[in-house]
């Protein structure tokens, strides 16, 4: 089947992401979403398997939020967020403070997960050198990610991962293993000792190391480091815009090990899948210190497109639809099944490990692996799955039924069974 015109016309001029476009493939033109399935321009339809990069948390077109967008689409798209405010902003506000562990208090909103980060990091560094000059550093870890803009990109495994490319072009932070016994989290303590007086943060994407690799630590793990931050008089930064909003079972990752954060990231799952939006929390006494006689001591950062009335009005619906159903079970049963389906995966050549937590599924394969070939033979199985580095990883809209949640595990049993 010949592509759309507008493929043909618009594809020269186009720059993906993440993209060797001399020797990709052409990505797949879409027509339409609706639920758990993505809808191709040639008529086929995918089970989702990824949830768009983990946003899609009640699947496409969820009536409540498209009626949600619609009516603020009608009354207001868009008002500046200087000297300016509007319902729908301070309702999330108040929303997500409720929601969030106790104490973040605080809502500055950003428009993307990165800017939520960068916004973190400035908040951070601000914060800290009010109290005594020179910290000016970041302990971050080992298959961490946090966003592709420069701040972000700097407190990113900066080995390992996507952003090699700039290695020693971004500030340098000190980059550690995440501490997984009692003894590696004493030399930990030990360390972070001798360096307090330069770090103004510890930022973590608390139990799942989403984009470095699909890593989990235990909730033992992240409380330690919670425990060392708060010990050091270090702000404890939790990136939770690939875990927020029940993705690993808890409302924040951080709930799992009584974890309350100094300033908490969000975004992604955030507005539904909707429209892009990110959010920093930081508790009131964060907040605090940049209140001041002094014009300079405030919070200098605003981007143009700030609290997006259409963002807010399909957050708020968003967090509607949370209210109304459980998604605790809804994820144990997910949790369940994607167990049950990926298990086998485990005795088959060039396989290293499967792990599950909460929706997320993970099979690691050998690193020699050749991952992108998988791809295609898994949108020949009917569903949109998007191997990368050397796991082949689900996270599917949290509202995925049964049967589509076996059409993505048997297609990853297939195609992973059937490899020459
Ligand atoms: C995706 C992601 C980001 C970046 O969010 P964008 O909206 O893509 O800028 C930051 N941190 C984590 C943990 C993420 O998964």
Known sequence: ?????????????????????????????????????IVLADGRELVDGIASWWSACHGYNHPHIREAVGRQLATMPH???????????????????????????????????????????????????????????????????HGDTFGAMSVSDPEESIHSAFRGLVPRQIVVDIPTDSRAMEDLDRFVGTAADILAGIIIEPLVQ???????????SLHGLFRIAKKHGIL???????????RTGHRFACDSAQVRPDILCLGKALTGGTITMGAT??????????????????????????????????????????????????VQRIEARLRDGLEPCRSMPGVVDVRVLGAIGVVQLDPETNIFALRPKLV??????????????????????????DTLTEAVRTVLGSRD
């Open 1 to 37: 089947m010949p592509e759309p015109s507008w493929f043909d016309e618009g594809y020269p001029h186009i720059w993906l992401p993440y993209c060797q476009m001399k020797v990709a493939p052409p990505p797949l033109p879409v027509a339409r979403t609706e639920g758990c399935r």
């Open 79 to 145: 008002v500046m967020f200087g000297g300016l405010v509007h319902e729908p902003a301070l309702r999330l506000a108040r929303r997500l403070t409720e929601m969030a562990p106790y104490g973040l208090n605080r809502v500055f909103f950003a428009d993307s997960g990165s800017v939520a980060v960068e916004v973190a990091m400035k908040i951070a560094l601000q914060y800290a050198n009010t109290r005594s000059s020179g910290k000016s550093k970041f302990l971050c870890f080992r298959n961490g990610y």
């Open 210 to 220: 989403g984009a470095g690799g699909m890593r989990f630590h235990s909730p033992d």
């Open 236 to 246: 404890f930064i939790a990136d939770e815009i690939a875990t927020g909003f029940w």
């Open 281 to 330: 929390l930081a508790t009131e006494e964060v907040f605090s210190a940049f209140l001041s006689d002094e014009w300079e001591a405030a919070l200098m950062h605003g981007p143009t497109y700030m609290a997006n009335p259409l963002a807010c009005a399909a957050a708020n619906a968003s967090l509607d639809l949370f209210d109304r159903e459980s998604s605790t079970e809804r």
């Open 380 to 405: 020949d199985r009917g569903v949109w799955i998007r191997p990368f580095k050397d796991i082949v990883y689900l996270m599917p809209p949290l509202v995925i039924d049964a049967h589509d949640l």
